[in-house]
């Protein structure tokens, strides 16, 4: 006689073999998901912060259109670098500024254990606009270093730069974790810059 039905126990294996089924591609949809979420992060991380030094080149740029000066000062909170870059306007003999003049700069942000990169305009007579507007977070350094043509880095303040070296490094998510960083760097040239003695 022919069987015509399943017994429970084939049922059961069946069941078990669609659930094992259906949890592998599940797993691999849901490893797929967590991948390019992870590449679109970084990819936004990356055009975040090239946006900043798109500015920070169009800063230099009017800056060095109108002869001021730049100056670089580079910091450390523990183990993280950040350094202040001011892209001055010249002064009068009174001390006032001839036009307006940017600072960048990136602190630190202790609950996060991060950098924040700020950035501010100073105009003569509007200093109620003298603002930091955040531009760029979860930043693990950002550091500055003046070259001369050869880009060798210069240690003697009597020798004119002509480079300045920008590098940025982010976290690739939002937890601190220092072996996950993404690093940019810029060269901007300085050559139209007045030096301290030509001011």
């Excluded at 294996?13 to 991948?35: D, K, N, S, Y």
């Excluded at 880095?153 to 982010?170: A, F, G, K, S």
Aim: proline content about 4%; glycine content about 4%; overall charge neutral.
């Amino acid at each position: 006689m022919n069987r015509k039905a399943f017994s429970i126990l084939e049922l059961l294996a069946t069941l078990i073999l669609v659930a094992m089924i259906c949890a592998a591609v599940f797993g691999v949809l849901q490893h797929t998901t967590e991948q390019s979420q992870a590449i679109e992060r970084r990819m936004s991380r990356m055009a975040e912060i090239q946006y900043c030094l798109d500015q920070l080149m169009s800063d230099i740029i009017v800056g060095s259109q109108n002869g001021g000066k730049i100056t670089v000062r580079n910091h450390s909170y523990g183990w993280q670098n950040t350094c202040r870059i001011t892209i001055g306007a010249t002064k009068t003999k009174t001390g006032t500024p001839k036009g307006m003049s940017v600072d960048w700069v990136a602190v630190l942000r202790q609950e996060k254990e991060d950098l924040i990169l700020y950035r501010r305009e100073t105009r003569p007579g509007q200093t109620e606009n003298d603002l930091y507007v955040p531009l760029c977070e979860h930043l693990y350094s950002f550091h500055a270093e003046t070259l001369n043509q050869d880009n060798a880095l210069i240690e003697d303040p009597n020798i004119t730069p002509t480079l300045i070296n920008v590098e940025v490094e982010m976290y690739r998510t939002n937890q601190p974790d220092p072996r996950q960083l993404l690093k940019v760097n810029r060269t901007f040239c300085l050559k139209r810059f007045r030096q301290p003695d030509e001011l």
